[in-house]
């Protein structure tokens, strides 16, 4: 069974409008929230985090809201940009990460 | 420091052949991990190291897998009588254990194609 959840494969945004990803999880023990992208033929790179004393977390055009009573978490990125298109993924626990399939998000010039 | 790295990045190999991967991660970091990712699908944990002491193993980490952090650097994961269900993307990552360690950095990964 899936202990972390993206239920959408694919996203399509127009460039300067804003992008929101989400993903649900099961485990109310999970303490630490991560996003990741990735291009092809590439690793994974780190994007944000979150732990899970807080709510919000912003850095720059991302930003990353924990709901902790509904399980979610989602990512917003404003203004999506095309460089912006790639596949995300949402990470949850400690050691190890526990990652979900992925959305594919891609932003239309 | 130019982050994690992996060698090789690509291997193909027929099945019932042993292959070995290797995995240099950020130099300060005491924490290595390695994940499989097959298409459409995220990153899934094989196992992890702290310094030279493997922690955890996932039980995806069949008895023809063995990983080693021999000296705490670098590390090796042999993967005997390969199966064409091992053909995967090899992800190994690392972090420094304490405040912020869950923020694990990649490498490019080894794509494994058994025949």
């Known amino acids: 069974d899936q202990q972390v959840k993206q239920n959408s494969p694919s996203l399509s945004v127009q460039e300067g409008r804003i992008s929101i990803l989400n993903c649900d999880y099961t485990n109310s023990m999970f303490d630490y929230f991560l996003w990741y992208k990735k291009y092809p033929a590439e690793g994974p790179t780190f994007l944000i985090s979150i732990s899970s004393i807080k709510d919000k977390n912003e850095d720059g055009r991302f930003t990353v809201f924990l709901n902790k009573s509904a399980k979610h978490l989602s990512l917003h990125i404003v203004p999506s940009q095309p460089g912006d298109s790639a596949v995300y993924f949402c990470a949850v626990g400690n050691t190890p990460l526990v990652f979900g399939k992925g959305t594919r998000l891609s932003v239309i010039a | 420091d130019t982050g994690v790295s992996q060698d090789p990045r690509h291997k193909i190999t027929k099945r019932g052949q042993n292959v070995t991967f290797r995995c240099d991660p950020i130099s300060e970091h005491n924490r290595l991990y390695w994940y499989r990712q097959t298409l459409g699908q995220g990153p899934e944990f094989l196992t992890y190291?702290?310094?030279?002491?493997?922690?955890?193993k996932s039980r995806l980490l069949s008895d023809r897998f063995s990983a080693e952090r021999p000296k705490g650097s670098f590390s090796t994961l042999e993967i005997q009588r390969t199966e064409q269900g091992d053909s995967a993307m090899y992800l190994c990552?690392?972090?420094?254990?304490?405040?912020?360690?869950?923020?694990?950095?990649f490498g490019p990964g080894t794509r494994l194609t058994v025949l």
């Open positions: 190291f702290q310094n030279e002491a493997q922690l955890e």
């Open positions: 990552a690392s972090s420094l254990a304490g405040l912020g360690d869950n923020e694990q950095f």
